[in-house]
């Protein structure tokens, strides 16, 4: 009888198909398949209707007992699978997860630590200071005279609820005050960085009123502005690569003397000029300079008998070179998207 061969059929599909579920989404995918409302089992109902009425009453009796036979194999399954998983803590470990992120580093924490690993492997200590930051240490240790336009080089979110006139504490506006701090409790030589946060009232695409700078400051009797340029050429070329050329272009800080700018051969173009170095084939990299005897005397190191050099950089800005980022406001943003770029 046809009919029958269905029957067999199906009992086969379904003891195969019991045999493959492993977990509580496998069994609840059978149960729908085989009892729920369109289920095959209730398909069997129309084979049942369309059947002969010599065949019917065989047929009813068959399609019965199979489904009580199909329900008991289900409930045995149902039950030693639930037993097992109960003995696993009810946590169906079967079940595929969502998928996650494994967490990484910001790109400034990076870049950050590969400047510090290299200044570490080049011989200097680190050093710290504090975000809340003395008007003394900031600026007048360092040589900014008082009411000088060159305070104003620095927008300066100053901390008005300690002395509104004296505006004595502010938001350090960079890490150079902490090698005013060093050099007062320290007797040369020394080669210290200083990373950290600083702030300025400032905010566009290139600016953010929170950055990361790296300080460097080494002091003996005998540096030398060439020493200087080698260790921020050795310092450019492990991060962007030894086929980038530096250019020391004159400048002014307050705190060193001579003063200097860093450029670097643009990383997109190799000194042809494109968009990112404005067509000159040049990105400005930092500041830097020898340590000014006017900063040395604030800190009772005699400018006779000692000299040192001096450097300071936007990490964020590095970091917007290496990975060819054209608006710092990402870094900021946390949007997720950007961060696993860098994982
Ligand atoms: N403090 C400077 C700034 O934030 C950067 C700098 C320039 C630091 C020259 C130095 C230096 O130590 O010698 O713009």
Redesign the pocket.
Known sequence: MEEMQKLIDLRNDFLKDIEEISNRVDLENFRVKYFGKKSILSDLMNILRDASSDKKPILGKEINSLKIELKNLFDEKKNSLSKNLDECNTFDKTIKGNEFFISNFHPITLVMNEAIEVFKSLGFSLAYGPDIEADYYNFSALNFPDEHPARDM?DTFFLDDYDENKKNFLLRT?T?PV?VRYMKYHKPPFQIISPGNVYRCDSDISHTPMFH?I?GLAISNDISFANLKWILTEFIHRIFGYDINTRFRPSF?P??EP?VEVDMSCVICHGKGCRVCKDTGWVEIL???MVHPNVLKNVSISPDEYQGF???MGIERIAMIKYGIDDIRLFFENDIRFLKKFC
């Open positions: 620095q960079h150079s090698q700078q300080e800080f705190f060193t003063s500041g830097a300079g001096a450097f300071g």
